[in-house]
Each structure stands twice: as structure tokens, then as C-alpha cells.
């Protein structure tokens, strides 16, 4: 049940720019700083706060198993 803890699973926001698989998705770097410059401070506080709210289910998913064992 402990092991259980080493493979977080994040659902894909699909082309959020802080989850890193939606990051090196990407083709190429200048891709990606293209989509940064299209977004404004408040685009970057939601896509933080959407990510942070996807790792937390994650972390308190995963950490039960971890208690339990």
C-alpha cells in the first residue's frame, strides 16, 4: 500500500502552461514562451491555482494508502 504513493497521477489540463507533461508537449520552446506571452498575470494566477487544486486531490489520494500502511 505504501508504494502506492510513488506514482502520483496528475490529470491533464491539456495545455496548461506549469503542468510539465502539457509543457513539453509542446514542439518547440518558442511554442511554448509564445502561449506564456499570450497570457496575462491574471491568466497565470488561475492556471497556478487550477494546478495546485489537481496536485492537492493527488496528495490526499496518495496519502492514504501511505497512512494505511
Do not use: C, H
Not at 16 to 39: C, H, N
Not at 41 to 69: H, I, M
Amino acid at each position: 500500500m505504501a508504494l502506492r504513493t510513488l506514482y502520483p497521477r496528475t490529470p491533464k489540463i491539456g495545455s496548461s502552461p506549469i503542468f510539465w507533461e502539457d509543457v513539453r508537449a509542446r514542439a518547440t520552446v518558442d511554442d511554448y514562451l509564445k502561449d506564456l506571452g499570450q497570457m496575462d498575470e491574471q491568466d497565470v494566477e488561475r492556471q497556478y491555482g487550477a494546478q495546485n487544486y489537481l496536485v492537492s486531490g493527488v496528495l490526499s489520494k496518495n496519502t492514504k494508502p501511505s497512512k494505511w500502511g
